[in-house]
């Protein structure tokens, strides 16, 4: 990792060290990737457990989180905190009937990964390989009303993208309410919320765009993007440093070196539109 970097990630994981969860009910979420949850002993933070799938994805938020913090909130990457069968088996399932449980979802993960027989998936005992998250907590928003239609998601993307240009050029998408929360020192957007300031906190990347502009001003904001942009296998370092912690180490490693290299596609797809 180059020093600012690796300063500023040293920092933030000295200040959100991961928790295991006591209980499903401390589960404040769950997406396609993660499951998110609670402690008392740490409430400005949440810690995260999930596939790993959408690393390229992480890594844009955390570059962009250090360029724009008044608009995106980073995830951070840390070693499985506890041995891997010390933890709860309900990790990554869901807390309500409507969310389905963490599978595997991206074509470059092996069927054989999840498959009966396997460590992980049908006849094993976590449903995948935990892998473990931390991010600075707001408070959550919910949508209602007007967000049921697709328009004030397309006109609230849109208005992300025209004042930060270089998002456009990325392709950020995936902004509705629940992936804001209410912070300090963040955007006054009344559209999301009338609570307070947001920050954007789990958007996704190389949603449909047009070739940006490319003028002397988006070419300076693409070069405060590339400049300290490290390299996936170094950014996933928190990962491979707990290696011991899991119950397998050389299949945790294999899959994380599947992950690494499945993702670098994705991460050539979110950042190719930045050059001419």
């Not at 962009?64 to 709860?88: C, I, K, N, W």
């Not at 949603?207 to 502009?213: G, I, L």
């Not at 405060?224 to 928190?238: G, H, S």
């Amino acid at each position: 990792m180059n020093g600012p970097f690796e300063l500023a990630w040293m920092l933030l994981k000295a200040n959100m060290p991961p928790f295991v969860p006591r209980k499903i009910d401390d589960q404040l979420g769950i997406g396609s990737y993660r499951a998110a949850y609670e402690s008392k002993d740490a409430p400005g933070h949440t810690t995260k457990y999930g596939t790993g799938e959408k690393l390229a994805d992480t890594m844009v938020l955390a570059q962009l989180a250090e360029m724009y913090p008044e608009l995106f909130v980073g995830e951070q990457l840390h070693p499985l905190p506890t041995r891997e069968s010390d933890l709860p088996l309900f990790t990554m399932r869901a807390l309500k009937d409507k969310d389905d449980e963490l599978s595997y979802t991206e074509d470059y993960m092996d069927p054989k990964y999840s498959d009966y027989g396997s460590i992980y998936g049908v006849g094993g005992g976590h449903n995948v390989m935990p892998l473990t998250y931390t991010q600075e907590r707001g408070a959550p928003i919910e949508s209602g009303g007007k967000w049921s239609q697709h328009s004030p998601h397309i006109d609230l993307r849109d208005k992300v993208r025209s004042m930060y240009p270089l998002t456009d050029a990325l392709g950020i998408g995936d902004n509705k309410p629940e992936n804001w929360a209410v912070m300090e020192g963040g955007l006054d957007l009344p559209e999301v919320s009338e609570e307070g300031a947001v920050k954007l906190i789990d958007p996704m990347f190389d949603y449909e765009r047009q070739r940006p502009f490319y003028t002397p001003d988006f070419m300076r904001e693409v070069s405060r993007f590339q400049q300290d942009l490290p390299e996936l296998r170094e950014f996933a370092e928190p990962w491979y440093k707990g290696l011991g912690q899991y119950e397998d180490p050389a299949l945790a490693e294999e899959m994380l070196d599947t992950i690494v290299q499945g993702e670098q596609q994705n991460l050539r797809n979110i950042i190719n539109p930045l050059n001419p």
